[in-house]
């Protein structure tokens, strides 16, 4: 089994920590495998990034508000590309990973055969904001996701088959805008799994400080504040694994100091079923000596 981190990359075409990311990849690179959507080749200078780019036949107009077409190109090579990718996380130039390799690792073969995504009922009103174009859908269907998370293989192919099966619905939700922060988690219901899917935050993001209407914070300084949000969000979120958007000036070494901090955490928790094994040995042998002292001492 593998996960696909699928990156979806624009603008300058760069990955914002990209020497993290081989680091950070290179202890699991046995269980993942890379994918990159871009607009435009030409403006890829990273070899590393290049030798990880989806094929020029996958690639779709998208802009920011719409942004879909990228989501399911990606999702599609990526699902295409390998057969045993079973985790597929939504990623973009400005994540990083947050947690480390260690406990990535653990994250994964113990969730492995569920999605996981946060999502909800929307908090805006669809008549005044056309985003997915709610308004014009049930009122069951008015729900929000964020807009990155992790899909299993299985409901991956549930994207591809909405698609196919619901083309006019899926237009129509598609063409209000900001569709990505919806559509999945429509999909999902449409096919009864949405409770089925592990809701949590995989992907620490900071929305209470919004860069624009649309944006959450960009990390650019290593502040006090965004260490403590960073410590925080680690605590209360089990699944968070990423996070975003951070800046190509916020410092390497606070990154860093949370992945390398948490390996001696993760090594602990990874090696908890050795253990137990190995308590459990010790109580059978233990007792076994038991029972041979007693069966000895009535002879």
Known sequence: MKVALCFIISYNHVLNKEEIWKKWIEPNKDIINVYFYYKDLKKISSPWILKHVVDPTYIRETNYYHVIPAYLSVLSYAIKNNSNNQWFCILTESCCPIISPAKFRSIFFKNYSSSIMNWSNIWWN????????LSLLPKKYHLANDPYFVLKREDVNYCFQFTHSQSLLFKTICDGGLANESLFAIIFSLFNR?????????????????????????????????IKFIESNLQQHKYAMFI?????????????????????????????????????????????????YLIYNRI
Do not use: C
């Not at 669809?126 to 174009?133: D, F, G, H, P, W």
């Not at 955490?265 to 094994?277: A, G, L, M, P, V």
């Not at 190995?278 to 029972?291: A, D, G, P, T, V």
């Open 244 to 292: 975003r958007k951070i800046s190509p000036d916020f410092p390497d070494y606070i990154l860093n100091r949370f992945i390398d901090k948490l390996d001696t955490i993760k090594e602990e928790e990874y090696d908890e079923d050795k253990r137990y094994f190995i308590k459990f040995l010790f109580i059978i042998i233990m007792i076994h000596f038991f029972l041979f």
């Open 194 to 226: 949405l409770n089925k899917i592990k809701k949590g935050i995989t992907h620490i993001t900071d929305w209470s400080r919004m860069t624009s209407p649309t944006s959450p914070y960009l990390f650019i300084e290593g502040s006090l504040k965004n």
């Open 126 to 133: 669809v008549y005044l904001q056309k985003r997915a174009n």
